[in-house]
Structures are given as structure tokens and as C-alpha cells.
């Protein structure tokens, strides 16, 4: 008896890893379709398709797995989507995107917190913050250094951390601290940590190589010391064979190539 019940135990076991193991595959194979349907919708910067992303991502929450993860995702689309809306100068919708990423991200923060990717995008959304409140400018300070000091104490090596370091100094003025003498070695690390980096899990984030070249090549550009001009465009030329599709290089780095070549 006691042995038909060990079996029966034993099959019991069996048969729940099996279940696990298939809600494991179709958790991944759902995070891995809708990962590259945000990236293409991130790459043409359309709208409509990072908000049907975004939908995909809210539809797997369902699955009640990693949702951390998933979080992160949604996060990530409202900063698209705050990005896209910056082309328009659409402050409401700025703030709007902005201010719901910012909450979706310290969700999965405090879901996960020690997931480094997580505090790079708190940076990032805490940092577009200043298209809408710059009377505020103390307390974004706070928050997108507080947010790298932990992204840099999880991940160091972290290649959209040092990215994301490398647009801010892109953007902030010589006079307070920014420049592209900064920027340009900050640049120039993240790429050589692309190189080598591999996720731990496909299902991970893997974004930012092409985007550390564009603004790499702008930041050559911006310097226009002898030999940039060709080394910019041997970048985006790189780039741009690593993702055609991207319309960050093919639209905006490409044409400011050709209007400083005028």
C-alpha cells in the first residue's frame, strides 16, 4: 500500500512539473513575441503599434508570472510612447506616458529589486521629466541619480546604464557639467560592453546597441574635430547594417549627418 501510494506521489510531482514547465514555455514564447513587436514599434516610433504592444504585454500579466518583467515591458512602451509624443511637443501626453511608466517601473521594483534594467529605465523616465516640470529640477536630480547609483551597484557593466549616462551628459549644457567630451568616452564604453554582452534570459531586455552608435556618431558630429565627419558616418553606416529598420539612425542621426554635410 505504502508503495502504490509512493507511485502515485511521485506521478503526482511529475505530472506539476510538467505543467509548470509548458505555463514556463508559453510565458516565454508570449513575452518574446510582443518583446519584438515593441521593438519594432519602437523603431518606426509609431503610436498605434506601441500602444497594440503595450496591450500584448497587459494581456500576459494574466499568466501571473514574472510580472515584474512584464512591468517592465509596459514601462518601457510609455516611455515610447512619452518619447513619440515629445515630436509633437505634446506636453499632456508627455506627462501622461511619463508619469504612468514611472509608476509601472517601481512596481516592478518593488517586485524585483535587483533587476538593474529596471532602475536604468526609472533613470530615463524620471530624466523626461524635464519637457514638463523643469521648476522641479532639484527633485528629478535626486531621482535619476537615485536611480543610477542603484542600477550602477546592481549591474555596473550594465551597457543601457552607461548609455543612458551618455545622453544625459549629451544633452546637458558645458556649463553644467554635460558636453560631448563627456559624453563621447561614455559612448564609446557602452559600445565595447555591447560586444560582449549576453543576457542572462532571451526574455531579457537586449535593447540600446544601435542607439549607443547613433548617438555616438552625433556626438562626433556635434565635436566636428578633424576625421569625425567620416568616422560618423562609417557609425551609421554600422548601424544601420545592424538595424535597417531603426528610424532613430535611418531618420533622425542620417539627416543630421546630411545637414551638416551641406
Do not use: C
Request: net charge neutral; hydrophobic share 40%; charged share 30%.
Amino acid at each position: 500500500m505504502k508503495s502504490k501510494i509512493s507511485i502515485l506521489v511521485v506521478l503526482i510531482l511529475l505530472m506539476l512539473l510538467n505543467l509548470k514547465s509548458y505555463a514556463d514555455s508559453d510565458f516565454d514564447k508570449a513575452v518574446l513575441k510582443a518583446k519584438k513587436h515593441l521593438k519594432e514599434a519602437m523603431d518606426k516610433m509609431d503610436e498605434t503599434k506601441i500602444v497594440k504592444s503595450r496591450g500584448e504585454f497587459e494581456r500576459i500579466l494574466q499568466l501571473k508570472k514574472d510580472m515584474w518583467l512584464v512591468n517592465y515591458y509596459i514601462a518601457l512602451a510609455d516611455y515610447g510612447l512619452s518619447m513619440n509624443a515629445s515630436k509633437t511637443e505634446n506636453k499632456d501626453n508627455i506627462r501622461k506616458y511619463t508619469e504612468s511608466g514611472i509608476n509601472l517601473i517601481n512596481k516592478s521594483i518593488d517586485e524585483n529589486p535587483e533587476f538593474a534594467d529596471s532602475f536604468v529605465l526609472l533613470e530615463m523616465l524620471n530624466f523626461n521629466r524635464w519637457q514638463y516640470e523643469q521648476e522641479k529640477m532639484q527633485e528629478i536630480i535626486s531621482a535619476t541619480q537615485g536611480a543610477d547609483a542603484e542600477a550602477m551597484k546592481l549591474d555596473p557593466k550594465n551597457p543601457r546604464l552607461i548609455l543612458t549616462n551618455g545622453i544625459s551628459h549629451f544633452y546637458t549644457p558645458e556649463a553644467f557639467g554635460g558636453g560631448v567630451k563627456i559624453a563621447i568616452p561614455e559612448f564609446e564604453k557602452a559600445i565595447d560592453l555591447f560586444k560582449n554582452r549576453k543576457e542572462k534570459k532571451e526574455i531579457y531586455p537586449d535593447w540600446g546597441y544601435d542607439m549607443a552608435i547613433g548617438y555616438m556618431a552625433l556626438s562626433l558630429m556635434k565635436r566636428d574635430d578633424d576625421g569625425d565627419m567620416k568616422k560618423a558616418k562609417t557609425l551609421i553606416d554600422e548601424a544601420l547594417k545592424m538595424n535597417p529598420d531603426s528610424g532613430f539612425i535611418s531618420g533622425y542621426v542620417q539627416s543630421q549627418y546630411k545637414e551638416n554635410n551641406k
